[in-house]
């Protein structure tokens, strides 16, 4: 349908069933609740990191991108939203979770809106989705919601559900008054484009050399 909304699920857990992933798809079945209920129609693609692991270092290392992986990063690039969800270790995001947003080009996901999720096995890692996700997709100019969502063991309860149910709740209002539309369609010649990934070095569309070399103004 025209009007359905495309969902994309990108998970960087590693087990299977993965608390990560369960999260992130708890999430996404919230969202697609509430657009049903405004006749939205969503559809929700769930994007397993780890199934092309191998395809994301490749592109990482050597500048390759993979059939498979094209397919993954194209499914991202039409996202009307995504809902991002990666294990935190040491303080961290997953290596696994970081290297495949480096490998997007820079321009991909600008006004893009985002649920930001993790999970770890304690609460002393409740801040880094936070304090470092956040800035990963600042970077990206992706719309991050308010509301972040972080689960440890304890986590599991009534009170993970409300936090989900607000940042659902966000992240519909992004998507069905059609934000990252309208940032494309009246903004996009306002911000610095490069032709790039962040694991390569940046050509700049917008410097005086580029400009003359292209016969731009």
């Known amino acids: 349908m025209e009007n359905t909304k495309k969902i994309v699920?990108?998970?960087?857990?590693?087990?299977?069933?993965?608390?990560?992933?369960?999260?992130?798809?708890?999430?996404?079945?919230?969202?697609?609740?509430?657009?049903?209920?405004?006749?939205?129609?969503?559809?929700?693609?769930?994007?397993?990191?780890?199934?092309?692991?191998?395809?994301?270092?490749?592109?990482?290392?050597?500048?390759?991108?993979?059939?498979?992986?094209?397919?993954?990063?194209?499914?991202?690039?039409a996202a009307d939203a995504l809902i991002v969800a990666t294990p935190v270790y040491k303080a961290g995001p997953s290596g696994l979770f970081t290297s495949f947003f480096q490998v997007l080009d820079n321009d991909m996901l600008i006004g893009t809106p985002v649920i930001l999720t993790g999970s770890a096995g304690s609460a002393r890692h409740a801040l880094v989705v936070d304090e470092q996700l956040r800035g990963i997709f600042a970077y990206l100019r992706a719309i991050t919601a308010p509301t972040a969502l972080f689960a440890a063991p304890e986590d599991w309860g009534p009170g993970l559900e409300k936090r989900i149910e607000r940042a659902a709740t966000e992240l519909t209002a992004l998507v069905t008054t059609g934000f990252r539309e309208a940032v494309r369609g009246q903004s996009w010649g306002t911000y610095q484009h490069s032709f790039s990934n962040s694991s390569a070095p940046e050509i700049d569309f917008n410097s005086d050399l580029m400009k003359l070399a292209t016969g731009g103004n």
């Open 9 to 77: 699920i990108v998970s960087a857990g590693l087990s299977v069933p993965s608390n990560t992933s369960l999260l992130a798809e708890r999430t996404a079945a919230k969202v697609a609740e509430m657009a049903t209920a405004q006749n939205i129609q969503t559809t929700v693609k769930s994007v397993e990191l780890r199934e092309h692991a191998k395809a994301i270092m490749d592109a990482m290392v050597a500048q390759f991108i993979s059939p498979e992986l094209q397919e993954v990063i194209d499914a991202v690039q």
